[in-house]
């Protein structure tokens, strides 16, 4: 099957074959945020979950650290990265983006962790969720960013059990109801997809790993089998008693992490099976991986998680 990522298979400065003033090398090398034409979304699935009170501003698009990123998303997608024909084993996984619920990393914590699931025979699904409002202005945009991350490093480490593990204190009504619909759709049309609806599960970066959280804490539609917050908050929480089994991943240099193993500690608590990995660099934000940090081989990890666990044991689904 076809799929955005197939555009992106000759490496990041193709990228949808746009091309801008600044070349790919300065973009790889500073984390300036630079204008970007909106994107072709051809396999984009409109999950009809409304818009967004107060969205003034249309959606658009910038580039930070060679990656496309997108803002004041007011309409929710669903994007479907399947296995080739024959390879599938039935597993699928909601991938989530994070980008502290104003912005989403659509590639670096979106497609591309899609395209890597796709390959190893699971079908991966890119929820483009609804966020809050930005300022129109690029500058506006800019410093929002700055206060986002400068709420987060400061928030208290004895945040409420139930508030969602994440920075920003959001409603995030509208994205649980995204993700609802998207889970929906995947049960929806499980058969044409190829997906086992005992083994459906969901993961997320940042933002998206507190989406991930929140869905497991408080959706009554979603019936997760196993969920993969990834660098996302570690506060404790309430654990529920269906809660599904969790694969969790952190660096000790994320400004989120800071000494915290509250819901870990919930989990294990709770008696629900639990895999943490506690890597010692890696920052905030690198999706499948950088180069030279501890954290580059957690998505083997993840894999090999799912394989003991048995979400891979069936072959030849699809």
């Not at 890119?126 to 809050?132: A, E, I, T």
Request: proline fraction near 7%; include cysteine.
């Amino acid at each position: 099957m076809l799929t955005q990522f197939s555009l992106l298979e000759k490496g990041k400065a193709l990228l949808f074959a746009l091309s801008l003033s600044v070349t790919t090398v300065a973009y790889a090398q500073d984390g300036t945020i630079y204008p970007l034409e909106t994107p072709a979304e051809p396999n984009a699935i409109l999950l009809g979950t409304g818009k967004v009170d107060g969205q003034t501003s249309p959606e658009t698009w910038f580039r930070q650290w060679g990656d496309p990123m997108a803002r004041n998303i007011s309409t929710a997608t669903l994007t479907p990265f399947l296995p080739k024909p024959g390879k599938g084993n039935g597993a699928a996984v909601i991938v989530a983006p994070g980008g502290g619920f104003r912005w989403l990393s659509l590639s670096n914590e979106g497609w591309e962790v899609a395209q890597a699931l796709a390959d190893r025979g699971i079908a991966a699904f890119v929820l483009k969720y609804r966020l809050h409002p930005t300022p129109a202005s690029l500058d506006g945009f800019k410093e929002s960013m700055n206060r986002t991350f400068a709420s987060a490093a400061a928030r208290p480490a004895d945040a409420p059990k139930t508030e969602t593990p994440t920075a920003p204190r959001f409603d995030l009504s509208n994205q649980l109801k995204d993700a609802e619909a998207a889970y929906a759709m995947i049960i929806k049309r499980s058969k044409e997809w190829g997906v086992d609806t005992a083994r459906l599960g969901m993961i997320g970066f940042s933002a998206g790993a507190g989406l991930t959280m929140h869905c497991t804490l408080n959706s009554k539609a979603m019936e997760l089998d196993f969920i993969g917050p990834i660098y996302g908050g570690m506060g404790a929480v309430e654990v529920p008693k269906n809660a599904p089994p969790m694969f969790n991943v952190i660096a000790t240099d994320d400004f989120l992490f800071r000494g915290q193993f509250g819901v870990i500690d919930s989990w294990y608590k709770a008696g629900k099976p639990v895999e943490f990995h506690l890597y010692q660099n890696g920052g905030h934000g690198f999706g499948l991986g950088n180069p030279d940090r501890t954290s580059n081989r957690w998505f083997d990890a993840f894999i090999h998680w799912l394989d003991v666990n048995d979400f891979l044991a069936a072959q030849g689904v699809n």
